[in-house]
């Protein structure tokens, strides 16, 4: 599957990275999902029904945690069904936008401002790090970092070695042209 596409335009140029997506495992992670609320529903009952206070305690602990895991679980399942990264140039301007059906925060940087557009490296050093964020399960991590006002920014969700390359290539020209 082709994850990224590139769109040229007179004014601006558009980025589109599209989530890793593998229908098997999104099969498991809406049973998961669907089982997991099943679980806290049952739980919240039983709080709203228990007679005895040290079962509405555990109860009210247990759906601390509960509702956590569920709230995480869902936004990776969102995203992996509906999501996209746009990383936008126009205007001497690089806005990037996370998008979860069709919705998202765009934030923006001034192109002349972005320094050291690399990618991140550091993860395939650690081998741990490395399996924790190439897990389906997690969002992943950024793949091409830059620094921008002395902090560190980055984009591209869980992208291989060989597409992070192509995006890197493409901006580090549009800088360049920008420069010009």
């Known amino acids: 599957m ?27 992670m809406q049973v998961w999902l669907t089982l997991w609320s099943a679980c806290g529903a049952m739980v919240l009952y039983q709080l ?9 305690i555990i109860c009210i602990i247990y759906m601390g945690f509960w ?34 059906k069709g919705r998202g925060l765009p934030v923006t940087f001034d192109f002349n401002g972005i320094s050291n557009l690399r990618i991140d490296t550091t993860q395939k050093q650690n081998m741990f790090g490395r399996m924790l964020f190439d897990e389906y399960w997690t969002p ?5 970092l830059f620094e921008y006002n002395k902090k560190q920014h980055g984009f ?8 992070a390359k192509q995006v890197n290539r493409y ?8 420069k010009q």
């Open 2 to 28: 082709q994850r990224i596409s590139l769109q040229k335009n007179k004014e601006f140029q558009t980025i589109e990275i599209l989530p890793l997506s593998q229908p098997p495992k999104n099969l498991i």
């Open 48 to 56: 709203f029904t228990a007679n005895d206070s040290n079962t509405k």
């Open 67 to 100: 509702s956590y895991f569920e709230f995480l679980i869902l936004r990776i399942y969102r995203w992996r069904k509906t999501g996209k990264e746009e990383v936008e140039i126009h205007n001497n301007k690089l806005v990037i936008t996370r998008l979860t």
């Open 140 to 144: 992943g991590n950024e793949c091409i």
């Open 156 to 163: 591209g969700l869980q992208l291989n070695e060989d597409d």
């Open 171 to 178: 901006l580090d020209a549009m800088k360049r042209k920008i």
